[in-house]
Structure formats: C-alpha cells, structure tokens
C-alpha cells in the first residue's frame, strides 16, 4: 500500500510560481509511474502531467505544457510539480496519483491507483 500526501499548495498571483510535492510512504514508489490531476470547482477532474518511473518518460496535458514541469527524486520518495507563470484558470484542487506500473505513464484517471488527498492552488488575477 501506498500513501501519497501532497503539499505547496497556496495563494499566488497570475504570473507567479509554487512548486508541489508529493511524498509518498511504501517501498514501491521508485517502481511507480505517478501523475498529478487537477479539479477545478464544478469541472470535473483533468490530467495535469505524468512521470515514468526513472524521469526519462513525460507527458504533459497542452493548458500546462511550456509552464509546468513534472520531476521525482526517489531516494526521497518525492514527485514534484513546479508551476510557472501561472495563470487564474490554473485554480484548482491539484492531487498526486500513483500507478503499481513504472514505465507506462497514463493520462486517464483509470489507470492510477493510489490517490492523495489534494492541496489547493488558487492564482488571483
């Protein structure tokens, strides 16, 4: 089992910076690809980015691409989401997701199986 507790969330102006951290508990997690979401209120919830297990795989959604960059480090058993000239619209509920697959990243919330419990990033105009 794993357990994925995020952090850096918070409130920053549009064209600002935070970077997110996903610590993750378990044994597996340097053999897990891992993504991070993002629901914003009344929408439902959207791929954000995804990382393969050693960092050399990544894929971004095309709102995100250019600004956010996904990382890991697993002797700290971390991934990482560092969000750039961040924009209102990149307001939301952004949660950490990890899959028991390590090359294979996936887009779909489907395919993850382990969840965190989310941390808010609210970009003001």
């Known amino acids: 089992q794993v357990q994925l507790v995020e952090s850096g969330g918070g409130l920053v102006q549009a064209g600002g910076s935070l970077r997110l951290s996903c610590a993750a508990s378990?044994?597996?997690?340097?053999?897990?690809?891992m993504g991070w979401f993002r629901q914003a209120p009344g929408k439902e919830r959207e791929f954000v980015a995804a990382i393969n297990w050693n960092g050399y795989t990544t894929s971004y959604a095309d709102s995100v691409k250019g600004r956010f960059t996904i990382s890991r480090d697993n002797a700290k058993n971390t991934v990482y989401l560092q969000m750039n000239s961040l924009k209102p619209e990149d307001t939301a509920v952004y949660y950490c997701?990890?899959?028991?697959?390590?090359?294979?990243?996936?887009?779909?919330?489907?395919?993850?199986?382990?969840w965190g419990q989310g941390t808010q990033v609210t970009v003001s105009s």
């Open positions: 997701a990890g899959r028991r697959y390590k090359n294979t990243i996936a887009v779909m919330e489907r395919d993850y199986d382990y």
């Open positions: 378990g044994r597996t997690f340097s053999s897990s690809a």
